[in-house]
């Protein structure tokens, strides 16, 4: 009795030898992923999270990565130009890694989604060496943005690891008379925020002076770790009336969510003594001096919103972005601009063209050199082998020059003729291609 059993048994084995070479296939393929993480998913508004996007590829890498701009609604993206390589291990497999960085800083509360995004990398597979184009993806993550806290006695909310405050006069305070103007800069240093996120200084009215405050400056001092800002206000004061005077400390408050407090710095107070001056006539029109080049200063307490070259800190967010993202779109256009060239020269330089011009060229080289070039011209027009005969007889004289030892070389005029001679001679057989078009 037959055993129908055999059939299915060869089925079975067969099925699992396929099995096998299909795992074992891709097990030899490169494998290549992206990872985007941050260090936190609950932050105030203000405080820095950072983000690190990690490539992986069990090769190597041909070439840099390229990925999409990050942007972000209610968030200031700062990207450091700092890129850590590395080797990492992923499930007992050997991976080289690139990461990037950036600090984001949400300035609202609520919820903010970084966006999935599309990264490029060329990397060869196994075994091979010429990298191939791959996209990657990252998953999006979302991050709650919590509002400031309750207990905070700032006259503005501001969150930073650590901050300084320190202010300088122009000139000693205890040599002034009636009608001086005088100068105050203070000088506020934050680690970990942004310049712009700085608060301005509160400054208090006074009766025996008019003050006026000038643009303030804003410095991005960042590190390749950590974002830093200075900020540095102006003012004169003009003084206009005589005696001692007490001049308030300044104060800066900000809120540490690493530690999870809040912290104070002030500056000292000092004491102004102005001597009566008997020429007061000049102070009425270095006050209106003054007046036009400068407004007065806002009360003491009013809160003023942030406020450079006309633009509030969205707009300027807004400005910031998009002058990056102009940037961006021109590096890339560069960098296609950049390779378009250097393939046309690749294939420029393996062309009949290219051999026709070195040529041409080589009327100022021996007649060797010059026969070598005519043949290297001849041989390479589309694959088509062309012999000289007595139908050029400018070539045929090259000829003659190098067997002879008469060493005589073509003129570029002559060279030219060749070139004449046989496009003639190619449009007059059907089987030969147009020289050199």
């Known amino acids: 009795m037959p055993n129908n059993n055999v059939p299915i048994n060869k089925c079975l ?3 699992m030898l396929l099995c096998i070479c299909l795992a074992l296939s891709f097990l030899s393929q490169a494998q290549q992923f992206a990872r985007l993480k941050v260090n936190t998913k609950s932050v105030y508004k203000q405080q820095a999270v950072k983000a690190s996007i990690t490539v992986y590829t069990s090769t190597w890498f041909t070439d840099s990565p390229e990925m999409d701009a990050l942007s972000i609604p209610n968030t200031f993206v700062l990207p450091f130009k700092r890129t850590v390589s590395g080797i990492q291990y992923v499930d007992n497999t050997k991976y080289a890694t690139l990461e990037f960085f950036y600090l984001l800083f949400p300035f609202e509360a609520g919820e903010i989604t970084i966006p999935e995004l599309t990264i490029s990398i060329s990397t060869p597979p196994e075994g091979g060496y010429k990298g191939l184009e791959r996209k990657l993806k990252t998953k999006p993550v979302t991050i709650q943005v919590k509002d400031e806290i309750e207990q905070f006695d700032g006259s503005q909310w501001f969150v930073a690891k650590n901050a300084y405050i320190n202010e300088q006069w122009n000139q000693p305070l205890n040599e002034l008379k009636v009608g001086d103007v005088i100068e105050r800069t203070i000088s506020i240093r ?4 942004l310049p712009a996120f700085i608060p301005e200084s509160s400054i208090k009215n006074e009766k025996w002076a008019s003050i006026y405050p000038k643009q303030a400056e804003l410095k991005d001092t960042r590190t390749n770790v950590d974002a830093n800002g200075l900020r540095i206000e102006k003012y004169q004061y003009l003084l206009e009336k005589e005696g001692t ?5 300044i104060s800066i408050t900000w809120y540490n ?29 270095i006050r209106d001096s003054l007046d036009t080049a400068t407004p007065l200063s806002n009360e003491a307490g009013n809160d003023t919103p942030f406020n450079l070259l006309g633009l509030s800190l969205k707009q300027l967010t807004g400005v910031i972005l998009a002058c990056l993202l102009l940037i961006w779109l021109l590096f890339r256009m560069i960098r296609w601009m950049v390779k378009k060239i250097a393939q046309h020269k690749a294939l420029y330089l393996q062309s009949e063209k290219y051999q026709f011009d070195v ?11 010059q026969l070598n070039a005519l043949y290297r011209w001849l041989l390479l027009r589309k694959d088509k082998r062309y012999t000289i005969d007595s139908k050029s007889a400018t070539a045929h004289s090259l000829i003659q020059s190098v067997y002879t030892h008469s060493n005589k070389t073509l003129t570029r005029k ?4 060749i070139k004449k001679d046989l496009t003639k001679k190619a449009r007059e057989q059907d089987d030969l291609y147009r020289i050199n078009s």
Request: charged share 20%.
């Open 257 to 285: 969510p690493y530690l999870g407090q809040q912290y104070s710095r002030k500056t000292n107070a000092q004491q102004l003594i102005v001597k009566p001056n008997p020429d007061l006539g000049m102070l009425t029109s």
């Open 359 to 369: 040529f041409e060229q080589s009327h100022k080289h021996n007649a060797s050199t």
């Open 13 to 15: 084995r067969h099925l």
């Open 414 to 417: 002559e060279i030219k003729q």
């Open 190 to 193: 934050a680690v970990g925020a």
């Open 245 to 249: 005077f007490n001049i308030e400390a």
